[in-house]
């Protein structure tokens, strides 16, 4: 009787500490998931090609009247977002 006892108090601390394990590893899961989803979603912003236009007018042409314009067309949502990307990539393969 008590060695039943023992082997189910055994195995249920055994399921329990091998299900919180696969808690944590289904936590790291998520945020590797997370991490890859943004990786995707930058490379598709820098694909843009209106976008590549736009910053290489800006940075090519720097303070003339082409590359003003490309500046102010930046300051919108999609290009501050570009702008975003490519921070992030300079980071990610300076690092």
């Known amino acids: 009787m008590m060695k039943k006892l023992f082997v ?8 329990t500490s091998v ?23 930058a490379e598709n912003i820098l694909q843009n090609e209106d976008m590549q236009r736009l910053h290489r007018d800006m940075t090519l042409y720097a303070i003339s009247e082409l590359g003003m314009e ?6 919108t949502k999609e290009g501050r977002a570009y702008h975003k990307a490519l921070e992030q990539r300079e980071k990610n393969t300076a690092g």
Do not use: I, P, T, Y
């Open 8 to 15: 189910l108090a055994s195995a249920v601390a055994l399921s």
């Open 19 to 41: 299900f919180a394990g696969n808690m944590s590893d289904n936590k790291d899961m998520k945020a590797m998931h997370s991490q890859m989803k943004e990786k995707q979603s």
């Open 70 to 75: 490309a500046r102010v067309k930046m300051m």
